[in-house]
DNA sequence: TGCGGGCTTATGACATTTTCATGGCAGTTT
DNA sequence: AAACTGCCATGAAAATGTCATAAGCCCGCA
């Protein structure tokens, strides 16, 4: 399912509870939490997509949560909007100076969020708002859940798909089987490294096209990468 | 065409008037009133399609009123916009707490709140900002209650319709079961998964035609969506 | 330059597990 | 009574994870 996951850290009950509720409305997979520690164990069991983050909450502050997502290998890269009190302009520079994507000042309309959170995903993730990609000859349509190539459409079963499109998320960079078992597999899978080897052959035949050339290239010892064209 | 209820509560009668006006103008059909206690009892006679909420009115206040909706089983998920005073900052948040959908601070051109209005309609229930849907060869008018394919009428249940109708507001799109149990059947409902694809199968039924392909297409472990033609 | 060994990847086959389509059925609602 | 709903059992189809084996690549050594 294309549903991004969020984490919503805010102690304000019924804050959290209209936000959840939209934010589940809107296609989203929300998991709340009003405590920071709460927060980061959520986060390191299944990495969110987005962090929302009050400033202000009980337990381990803001600033602190924000900075451990960060020093996380898993979380590292996971795009954070804060919320912060009208005041705080002070918080406001650390909490961008820590590495939140975005702030955004109370009061504020649900609609303003939702349109920041797609905003953020859009920049970092195209397809996890909806945005077809393009790679090369490749377009990839995440909503309608396909895959063409050069206009011809292609059949793909869902690992394959699930695997084509992380490469196409991060183009050229190579990712070892680990990585990659990560991150198409989920965390912690206990598949054997090899099994790789085998959807990417099945991944090659399924984009195979009669003139153009593979355009998965294998690092020899090192793992896969997607090359435009 | 189809005119979607809107209840408006605002004790300012000027206004009030204006805003009547220029909602029935566009085709809304518009119930008023400058007071909290009425606006319940009007809302839980005949469920409006969205409420138009003055914060400061006589009677039972803005929040009380906005609390008070969202208590009830059938305006618990009736949109509500607010209208708040400049300074009233401390409204707004609490406002947005309650379970106000958006609010607009007053001064407002009613060109803004009327956008605002078919915004909130738009995303809430897309048929009903609409007249007619077609996809494909798929014909529905939603004020009928009728869908036809290739101009003959097609027979199908109340689920079966719901289903559509939702598919059709997204074509193309792919939904999870869980998706499609929130949107058609109610969130929340306790109904096991595979009950959808029992009425995915009465929805085929009912809607195959003679040569025409079956619109509706499986994305295995994923979900359905429906294609045009 | 040519050769062979050692290591890494590609491929085809296969048993198992998932996932889906279908028909039937009993309980409700209309 | 007729229509509708939700669920289960069953069978079929698709997808998945592993192996064994073939093929390819890198490197040192003659």
Known sequence: MSSPKLLLVEDDSALS???EYRFENEGYSVRATPDGD?????ASEDTPDLVILDWMIEGVSGIEVCRRLRREKS??????????AREAEDDRVRGLETGADDYLTKPFSPRELLAR?????RRVRP?????????????L????????????????????YRLIKFF?????????????????????????????????????KAIAHEKAPDPIRTVRSAG???EPV
Chains 1, 2 share one sequence.
């Open 17 to 19: 509870e209209l936000l």
């Open 38 to 42: 709460e927060a980061l164990v959520l």
């Open 75 to 84: 979380t590292a890269h996971v795009p954070i909007i804060m919320l912060t």
């Open 117 to 121: 959170v797609a905003a953020v995903l």
């Open 127 to 139: 397809a996890l708002a909806g945005e077809t990609i393009e790679v090369g000859d490749l377009r």
């Open 141 to 160: 349509d995440p909503v309608a859940h396909r895959l063409e190539r050069r206009g011809k459409e292609l059949q793909l079963g869902p690992t394959e």
């Open 168 to 204: 196409m998320e991060h183009p050229r960079r190579v990712f070892s089987r680990g990585q990659l078992l990560d991150a198409v597999w989920g965390t912690g899978s206990e598949i054997e490294e090899r099994t790789v080897d085998v959807h990417i052959r099945r991944l090659r």
């Open 224 to 226: 896969y990468a997607l």
